[in-house]
């Protein structure tokens, strides 16, 4: 059954070893943020850095797997229809608004919404890691300086995941205008158990 997650907010839910998680961009040019934690000791978290480094790339596609910080193997893509995701920059937060945005007002944010919904598995605010920011269009030019575009992503392209480990994951449609093109659309998720 195909879940939604309405415009900037989130959820959380958990994804058994073996079973496959599809997110769904339905609209396109729309990020989901994702963090993964072992559902058995949420101490273990999903890492950008060993994901980097054991992977070799910072593009990381159908074929790679995402590592933990404790250097084991978390979810393997499967299939991603777009090819673009990002595991650089971290989720948008009140602060990001302020200081990126220079937008003092209340703003949802991706950090909001990942500590908010998982807050029922006893992980909080000081636990989210950099997300893998699925579908974001980061950029960098040859002295390395990001730049962030609005996604490729076209109605419906998906990335499928297969779970390594028992996972706790929150995943959230992203609430920072220039991750997706200026505005705010829906994402969609499918657990699909063999």
């Known amino acids: 059954m195909i879940e939604e997650i309405a415009p900037q907010t989130g959820a959380a839910f958990t994804l058994k070893k073996g079973e496959r998680l599809r997110v769904i961009d339905p609209q396109g040019m729309q990020v989901s943020d994702m963090v993964l934690f072992n559902e058995h000791d949420?101490?273990?978290?999903?890492?950008?850095?060993?994901?980097?480094?054991?992977?070799e790339s910072i593009l990381i596609s159908t074929g790679n797997h995402l590592w933990s910080n404790r250097s084991r193997k978390m979810v393997k893509i499967l299939e991603?229809?777009?090819?673009?995701?990002d595991f650089l920059l971290a989720p948008c937060s009140p602060e990001t608004f302020q200081i990126m945005y220079d937008n003092p007002e209340y703003?949802?944010?991706?950090?909001?919404?990942?500590?908010t919904n998982l807050k029922p598995f006893n992980i909080f605010p000081d636990d989210i890691p950099t997300a893998f920011n699925i579908f974001m269009n980061v950029q960098f030019d040859s002295n390395g300086k990001l730049s962030v575009l609005p996604p490729m992503s076209q109605p419906n392209d998906f990335v499928l995941f297969e779970a390594q480990m028992d996972l706790i994951v929150g995943l959230t449609a992203c609430s920072a205008e220039d991750s997706n093109g200026g505005t705010f659309k829906p994402i969609q998720y499918e657990i699909i158990i063999n």
């Open 80 to 85: 991603d229809t777009n090819g673009r995701n």
């Open 107 to 115: 703003h949802p944010s991706c950090f909001e919404n990942l500590y």
């Open 42 to 55: 949420i101490r273990e978290k999903i890492s950008s850095g060993k994901t980097l480094d054991f992977e």
